[in-house]
């Protein structure tokens, strides 16, 4: 079956550090990869995606690239802002059969960026 | 445009009680879905629908029930309501199949 490990919360960071969060995938056949961001009290919204091998997703300074030969899409940003501060949820979708599509979420990395 | 709305945002429910998750979106979606949070374990697709009329089950449908009879609504139906049901509810929308979704701001639920 499909799966989604992204690096264990919560990760801490001052204001204008690098952000690196892991993300790696198992799939049984050809998915699209998301990272989706999750603001204290929100409903998860989409931050970036790509849909197949070398692709690069970028939104908001975050920055991710498909990497079929590692299975890995991981989240980066050069300088975090503490408006950055959120639930981060890497996710792949993947064909169920008959054209039908379902997505599959990591369990979160929280972060945190202090001033 | 208010994209998906979810009601109630909090509810208490006693042990065997039941209760109707409420999800609207107004964007014209024909897939709907319904999620659970816990904490620390990322998101189960509890049940999805592909259309009016059409519902499947997901990872973790045990204990609840769904109907779509329009395509704006999605209610989650929870019958005997159980400690192991309390986590965080998400309806979420998509115009197709493996495109973006769209979620909604969330039910907590807390069984006692």
């Known amino acids: 079956g499909n799966s989604v490990t992204q690096m264990e919360g919560p990760v801490t960071l001052s204001e204008e550090a690098f952000l690196t969060i892991n993300c790696t995938y198992t799939a049984t056949g050809y998915p699209s990869l998301f990272w989706y961001v999750q603001y204290p009290g929100e409903g998860l919204q989409l931050l970036l995606k ?3 091998a070398d692709d690069k997703g970028s939104n908001k300074g975050f920055e991710a690239t498909y990497r079929k030969e590692t299975t890995s899409f991981h989240l980066e940003k050069g300088s975090v802002q503490v408006s950055d501060s959120a639930v981060y949820f890497c996710a792949l979708s993947d064909s169920t059969g008959a ?3 379902q997505l599959t979420f990591g369990k979160g990395t929280k972060l945190s960026v202090i001033p | 445009n208010a994209g998906v709305t979810q009601t109630p945002k909090f ?3 006693k042990i065997g009680q039941s209760m109707t998750l ?9 897939y709907m879905y ?3 949070q816990d904490p ?3 998101l189960k697709l509890i049940y999805y629908s592909v259309g009016a009329g059409i519902t499947d ?14 395509t704006e609504d999605f209610p989650l139906r929870l019958e005997l309501a159980a400690p192991s049901q309390t986590s965080v509810y998400f309806c979420a929308s998509s115009y197709s199949t493996g495109s973006e979704q769209f979620f909604g701001p969330g039910t907590r639920l807390t069984v006692l």
């Open chain 2, 22 to 30: 409420q999800c609207t979106q107004d964007m014209n979606h024909n």
């Open chain 2, 40 to 42: 620390g374990m990322g």
């Open chain 2, 57 to 70: 089950k997901g990872e973790v449908p045990n204990g609840y029930n769904v109907s779509r009879s329009t």
């Open chain 1, 99 to 101: 054209g039908s599509y």
């Open chain 1, 50 to 52: 790509a849909t197949k």
């Open chain 2, 34 to 36: 319904w999620y659970r």
């Open chain 2, 11 to 13: 509810r208490i429910l």
